[in-house]
């Protein structure tokens, strides 16, 4: 009876312990001299969402809109630059500042006159902020289908 009563308790530390450790954001890596090192998640800013039409007609204008966010409980200074690897054109640039867990939406209009027929692809980056650990979610990318 004692020993299935501990292992109940040793169970629930386990699951509280794990629970804690998800709620720090903590991670661990194996550095090259083997010893574990704690890596604390720290997060940034986000983009939110990217959107535009998936098909476009070329000579006229395409909407893209970006939805970006501060993660951080303190405000935070980024640069969102939207750009057409396709075609190497900046379709936009500029510095934002967030407020405290914040969100903010940019719209652009890309002019789409002397392009072929066929799939661009639209790029909305992010630049880091001091200390960010988090980046996969300071990039996003749509493909456009250009027609005539």
């Not at 409980?73 to 405290?100: F, S, Y």
Request: proline letters at 3%.
């Amino acid at each position: 009876m004692k020993v299935k009563r501990f292992n109940k308790g040793l169970t629930v530390l386990s699951i509280l312990f794990i629970g804690v450790m998800l709620s720090l954001k903590t991670s661990y890596s194996s550095p090259s001299d083997g010893k574990k090192k704690a890596e604390i998640i720290v997060p940034g800013v986000t983009i939110v969402s990217l959107d535009a039409p998936l098909r476009a007609t070329i000579g006229r204008r395409v909407i893209i809109e970006v939805v970006i966010g501060n993660e951080r409980a303190t405000k935070a200074t980024t640069i969102l630059t939207v750009t057409c690897p396709t075609t190497k054109q900046q379709i936009g640039r500029e510095a934002k500042t967030l407020d405290t867990l914040s969100s903010q939406k940019i719209v652009y209009s890309w002019n789409t006159d002397g392009l072929k027929e066929g799939t661009y692809i639209i790029r909305a980056e992010l630049e880091k902020v001091p200390d960010e650990t988090v980046l996969d979610d300071n990039v996003r990318q749509i493909e456009i289908l250009m027609q005539r």
